[in-house]
């Protein structure tokens, strides 16, 4: 089904993440011209240790928007084989490189290495995925020069670019990973634009996880698990965000499965004031939100 055939549909409106991502990629582009005009062209390194094909895929995309936007962009690409003493020291030569205001190291990394200790190896000024322990604490304390995570940075971004009200709101994150459910729920409940939330965290152990969502003004769905989130739990009128990206079997689809949300996307729909499509609608605000933090990481470095 295309963005257009679910447009014309009743129910909530659509919260388009390819046009917002646009827009964000758009706005980048003057900010990295007038730093190329200070002589500053923002840096992205990404490494990719291993073959790991979906990584792969996700990380050229890095790469090429990136560069269309004027950027730099590089891939350190390492075999599966390298260790973690090559790996910590090809972070430290990134770290001491001006000419690179961003480092991401891909997750998943091989199972011999410890990702814990090679995320703490980056400069936190550089560590534009966010998840250097330093900027986990700048976010919680509402420092404005960290980095947030950037999936739960494109949510906020779509929040505030279709105008929803956050302030004084009951918003529900359901996940409670460091990637997306807590670094979501520690953005909206600072104070702000896109924030200002009353935030309630459910996870794999809440119970009657429904009592929860169907109290929400804003549910925002980052489990894991396909359409787990009913139109029955939606409070009428909510904004729905769903984060999730899960495959599910469909032998009618030409590559034998298709994407579906957290949430159940047809049901949620007919109750909720304004829903994210799965895919194109959290998910291309990811890499728009990377670049935003390393156009602010040059900025920053001022060099
Ligand atoms: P995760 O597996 O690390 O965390 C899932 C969370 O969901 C856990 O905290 C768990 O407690 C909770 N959970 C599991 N089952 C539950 C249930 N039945 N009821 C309530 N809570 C439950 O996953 P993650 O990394 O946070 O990612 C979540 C989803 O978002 C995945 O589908 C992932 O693919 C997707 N994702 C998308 C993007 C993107 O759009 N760019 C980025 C990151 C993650």
């Given at each position: 089904?295309?963005?257009?055939?679910?447009?014309?549909?009743?129910?909530?409106?659509?919260?388009?993440?390819?046009?917002?991502?646009?827009?964000?990629?758009?706005?980048?582009?003057?900010?990295v011209a007038e730093l190329a005009a200070r002589g500053i062209v923002p840096g992205l390194t990404v490494v990719l240790v291993g073959e790991d094909p979906a990584s792969a895929?996700?990380?050229?995309?890095?790469?090429?928007?990136?560069?269309?936007?004027?950027?730099?962009?590089?891939?350190?690409?390492?075999?599966?084989?390298?260790?973690?003493?090559?790996?910590?020291?090809?972070?430290?030569?990134?770290?001491?490189?001006?000419?690179?205001?961003?480092?991401?190291?891909?997750?998943?990394?091989?199972?011999h290495m410890d990702e814990n200790t090679i995320v703490r190896r980056i400069d936190p000024a550089k560590d534009v995925d966010g998840?250097?322990?330093?900027?986990?604490?700048?976010?919680?304390?509402?420092?404005k020069d960290g980095f947030a995570p950037c999936t739960p940075a494109g949510v906020q971004e779509l929040l505030v670019r279709y105008g929803v009200d956050t302030t004084g709101k009951e918003a529900v994150v359901i996940g409670r990973s460091?990637?997306?459910g807590k670094p979501m729920a520690a953005l909206l409940i600072q104070a702000g634009v896109g924030a200002n939330c009353t935030v309630t965290i459910c996870h794999s152990r809440t119970k009657d996880l429904a009592s929860h969502t169907r109290r929400a003004d804003i549910v925002?769905?980052?489990?894991?698990?396909?359409?787990v989130i009913t139109g029955d739990m939606i409070r009428p009128?909510?904004?729905?965000?769903?984060?999730?990206?899960?495959?599910?079997?469909?032998?009618s689809a030409p590559k034998g499965y298709r994407l579906v949300g957290d949430v159940h996307f047809e049901s949620a729909r007919q109750v909720a004031g304004m829903i994210t499509p799965v895919p194109g609608g959290v998910g291309p605000m990811t890499i728009a939100?990377?670049?935003?933090?390393?156009?602010?990481?040059?900025?920053?470095?001022?060099?």
């Open positions: 089904m295309s963005l257009a055939e679910v447009e014309e549909g009743a129910g909530a409106r659509l919260i388009d993440g390819v046009a917002v991502a646009r827009a964000v990629r758009e706005d980048l582009k003057s900010e895929v996700y990380v050229r995309s890095k790469e090429k928007t990136s560069v269309e936007l004027g950027m730099k962009g590089a891939t350190v690409r390492l075999p599966a084989s390298t260790s973690q003493a090559e790996l910590e020291a090809l972070i430290d030569r990134l770290n001491a490189d001006p000419a690179v205001h961003g480092i991401l190291v891909q997750s998943p990394l091989p199972k998840f250097h322990p330093v900027n986990v604490g700048k976010l919680l304390i509402g420092e460091n990637i997306v925002i769905a980052a489990i894991g698990k396909p359409e009128g909510a904004v729905v965000i769903d984060v999730g990206i899960n495959r599910v079997p469909d032998a939100m990377l670049l935003k933090n390393t156009v602010r990481a040059a900025r920053q470095a001022g060099k």
